[in-house]
């Protein structure tokens, strides 16, 4: 149903509109980008804050820079999904290609080290291409403190599952 008193759109319903969307784009285009990553575990099962699935994570991420050019900052690892800081070398593999392999590495490791069956992650995920450095150091602030807003922990320094294997720099 169609409101008449409504106003009408400033922007024309054709695909100018995407195109102007698309030129705003090049103005917060950063060389060397910062994404922030999610992603869930399957079904959300809350499978991931134990010692030897987060050893399994995080030594995964230290092997992203040779295995697929991307460089790891900051993480939390939360019961049924983790956020994490990442950055891409020159000859880094695409984002999506980075992420599916990752989650096929720490799948296969999870299954085959901790005799897990079935899926362990979501398909897809979400990302977040941060602005400056100052939105890496307040979206930092936000993430850490998810075990407490989860009323895991009482502070965020008491969280295990939490930390950096390389520095990020925007």
């Keep these: 149903m169609i409101n008449r008193s409504w106003p009408a759109s400033p922007m024309p319903a054709t695909d100018e509109r995407m195109h102007k969307h698309l030129r705003r784009l090049e103005r917060v285009w950063v060389d060397w980008p910062i994404y922030f990553i999610t992603t869930c575990t399957f079904e959300r099962r809350p499978i991931l804050t134990s010692r030897e699935i987060a050893e399994i994570l995080i030594d995964e991420w230290r092997d992203s820079h040779n295995r ?83 009323g895991l922990v009482k502070g965020p320094d008491e969280w295990p599952w939490q930390g950096e294997v390389e520095s990020l720099m925007l």
């Design 68 to 150: 697929h050019g991307w460089t790891i900052g900051r993480y939390v690892i939360m019961p049924d999904h983790v956020h994490v800081f990442y950055s891409a070398e020159l000859d880094g593999k695409t984002l999506p290609t980075f992420m599916q392999e990752w989650k096929q590495w720490t799948s296969k490791r999870i299954a085959r080290e901790l005799k897990f069956s079935g899926k362990v992650w979501q398909e897809e995920f979400f990302d977040h291409v941060l602005r400056s450095s100052e939105s890496y150091g307040q979206k930092w602030d936000y993430v850490r403190e998810n075990p407490v807003r989860a």
